[in-house]
């Protein structure tokens, strides 16, 4: 027993604990960061998709009010 508090030095588990935590929260943040990449990846995906469906449609409207103008 008394051979491994001589091992285990108190002041090293405390300093490796603090690393181990600072270490956590770059881990989380990174991991926060590559989410919100990924969303807003995919986000641009369907707001390019809705952007062209809006467009379809005003241009369907257009050409349906030029289409009645020229009779």
Known sequence: M????GALDPAKVGRTMQEFARENQRMEMA???IGD???GALDADETEDETSE???QVLD???IDL???MQ
């Open 2 to 5: 008394t051979a491994m508090q």
């Open 31 to 33: 991991g926060e960061m």
């Open 67 to 69: 289409a009645t103008s």
């Open 54 to 56: 809006l467009v379809g």
């Open 37 to 39: 990449a990924v969303d």
């Open 61 to 63: 409207e257009i050409g």
